[in-house]
């Protein structure tokens, strides 16, 4: 009865390859993120729907596109996978875009050779 | 100026010691203002919302001060278990969740 769920937890890949990490909520919530963990630990913010719909879309390389099939999953695809790539993508749900708190997934942890 | 500052610590103190960490942030339109708790190779928890009043959990008393732009969190009596990494989140007038950088802390017998 996890309420926010991603797969895989661990992701090792060569630089140049297409990975996708996928995410579900059953919490019923409207909001779905996708959040970058670096090495230094600073957690920020990629990219975020409302029910189906991309609201926030921060300074990220194209090559991420995030897909949200419906409002329980949001799936995350990295083309042309680099080094710098590496790092924790953790996704999150809450009630809706507003002021509400955000419940995350375990994440998953990528790592480019 | 970042946008939510955090001091990064570690705060490394005894059990039953109270403590306090503060989050500042820059932007005065921010709505909606949260403490997290992250352990080591987790995900960030929800630890509690931050009210105008301010807020009481427990050992956990979150605070917001609107005219000098803070946050803080309160922990008293702290236990073993509370060590851990403290993140401040501000959602500003378009609800962007910012998070800060963290504070470190560790509880030691």
């Known amino acids: 009865d996890t309420a926010v769920s991603q797969t895989p937890k661990y992701l090792v890949t060569q630089m140049g390859n297409d990975k996708s990490i996928k995410c579900e909520q059953n919490?019923?919530?409207?909001?779905m993120y996708w959040y970058k963990q670096d090495s230094k630990k600073f957690l920020k913010i990629m990219f975020s729907y409302n029910n189906k719909e991309l609201i926030i879309n921060e300074t990220v390389p194209n090559r991420f596109s995030p897909k949200s099939p419906d409002k329980a999953h949001l799936n995350l695809h990295i083309n042309s996978l680099e080094l710098g790539d590496s790092a924790v993508y953790f996704c999150?749900?809450?009630?809706?875009?507003?002021?509400?708190?955000?419940?995350f997934g375990p994440g998953t942890r990528l790592t480019v050779t | 100026r970042k946008e939510v500052e955090q001091d990064p610590g570690p705060f490394n103190v005894p059990e039953g010691a109270t403590v306090a960490f503060n989050c500042t942030y820059s932007?005065?339109?921010?709505?909606?203002f949260f403490w997290y708790r992250q352990d080591c190779r987790k995900e960030p928890k929800l630890l509690m919302s931050?009210?105008?009043s301010g807020n009481e959990d427990g050992r956990f008393t979150a605070q917001l001060n609107r005219a000098s732009q803070y946050i803080s969190l309160l922990i008293r009596d702290s236990k073993l278990s509370d060590s851990a990494t403290y993140l401040c989140?501000?959602?500003?007038?378009?609800?962007?969740?910012?998070f800060g950088r963290g504070t470190s802390l560790i509880v030691h017998p």
């Open positions: 989140v501000v959602r500003g007038g378009s609800y962007i969740p910012t």
């Open positions: 999150a749900s809450s009630q809706d875009s507003g002021g509400y708190e955000q419940y």
């Open positions: 919490l019923g919530h409207d909001t």
């Open positions: 931050v009210y105008s």
């Open positions: 932007n005065s339109a921010s709505q909606s």
